[in-house]
């Protein structure tokens, strides 16, 4: 895949993605609040994690694209359906309770929601999962990713 760091091989480029993301995944996690769960939001997480390495990276895609049997939303549609889910998202999360464990299952039906969307080239899943930490922090949790294997994370 085409890359500002000039990289040829797959799995340096891999290397290369896991470190940049893992570092801003971390800064973004101990430095950035949010109040505010809009599409800029995600596409501006999406840069920050990869736009040392993609020139495309915030941008949400225009291919169709899929992950083994899963397709995931037709490419004209991502603008629409992103900004669908995070209207309700962004309406819905106001009422949240801090701690409240109802949190957790909404936080579960917006990961499912977008990572059906797919918006992003590539990425999607760490995008996702920094969006909705950022928003669980907000609410009182603590998610931990690391339990979840590379098969569940489709």
């Known amino acids: 895949m085409h890359n500002r760091l000039g990289i040829t091989t797959a799995n340096e480029l891999v290397r290369a993605e896991k470190a940049t993301a893992a570092a801003m995944t971390t800064a973004i996690l101990e430095n950035v609040e949010s109040n505010?769960?809009?599409?800029?939001?995600?596409?501006d997480l999406h840069y920050k994690l990869f736009g040392q390495?993609?020139?495309w990276a915030g941008e949400y895609r225009t291919a169709e694209i899929g992950k083994g049997t899963s397709h995931f939303a037709a490419a004209e549609?991502?603008?629409a359906q992103v900004e669908t889910i995070l209207d309700a998202l962004e309406?819905?999360?106001?009422?949240w309770n801090p701690r409240a464990t109802a949190v957790l299952d909404r936080l579960a039906h917006y990961?499912?929601?977008?990572?059906?969307?797919?918006p992003f080239r590539d990425g999607n899943g760490?995008?996702?999962?920094l969006?909705?930490?950022?928003l669980a922090n907000r609410y009182g949790w603590w998610l931990d990713w690391t339990a979840m294997t590379a098969e569940e994370n489709v």
């Open 36 to 43: 505010s769960w809009k599409p800029s939001l995600l596409r």
């Open 53 to 55: 390495i993609y020139s």
């Open 77 to 79: 549609h991502v603008t």
């Open 91 to 95: 309406q819905e999360c106001q009422h």
């Open 111 to 118: 990961y499912s929601e977008l990572n059906a969307i797919h």
């Open 126 to 129: 760490r995008t996702i999962r």
């Open 131 to 134: 969006f909705l930490s950022l």
